[in-house]
């Protein structure tokens, strides 16, 4: 918190801007819906309510120009997350789901173009880069599998936690079509 501080001042006098990646855990207390920019963040984890008092401290320093970047699960064809599952699949591993519960993505390609297009535009305030839909946790994870080639046959499900853990944007309108991203769509580039 200390260095993020730092940079928000240093920033603030020589008249900068931030763009701090925030995540959807900033809501993880509450799975009843998606959450829209304009939601108040609620969290009941250690890492969601640091995010918040990041997201509070950059705020109340920058004000306009501050840019919170909310993010869902990010998804790249190197990245971690899809090692990871790679990983587990060549081994033979359970790959766990959650069949009672909506999520949604965004790929590493979309973020870059969203960010870049923010920077452009000085566009400011808070954007949950994500899809523009939800999606079901186990369908995301089954049609991703298929699609790579493995069998589904190691998918465990998780019956405990339902809902949502998912974020939705008013402020797609600010993006070009050609920025849309489904959910689907990140299942396709990471399998094409």
Request: proline share 3%; aromatic share 10%.
């Amino acid at each position: 918190m200390i260095l993020h501080t730092k940079i928000t001042e240093y920033l603030k006098k020589r008249e900068g801007r931030l763009y701090f990646c925030s995540t959807v855990n900033v809501f993880d207390n509450d799975l009843s819906k998606p959450f829209e920019e304009d939601d108040l963040p609620n969290s009941s984890t250690d890492y969601g309510q640091y995010k918040i008092e990041c997201e509070k401290r950059i705020i109340e320093i920058l004000h306009d120009q501050a840019c919170i970047l909310r993010l869902p699960q990010v998804w790249g064809k190197d990245s971690p997350r899809m090692k990871q599952l790679l990983k587990s699949l060549n081994n033979n591993e359970k790959i766990v789901v959650y069949p009672k519960l909506f999520f949604n993505t965004i790929t590493d390609i979309a973020v870059a173009k969203k960010v870049s297009y923010i920077m452009k535009h000085k566009l400011g305030g808070i954007f949950h880069l994500t899809a523009d839909d939800v999606i079901n946790h186990k369908d995301f994870y089954n049609e991703l599998i298929l699609g790579l080639g493995f069998n589904n046959e190691r998918i465990e499900e998780n019956l405990e936690e339902e809902g949502y853990f998912a974020l939705l944007s008013k402020r797609n309108s600010e993006f070009p079509e050609k920025l849309a991203l489904q959910n689907r769509s990140v299942i396709n580039y990471l399998i094409d």
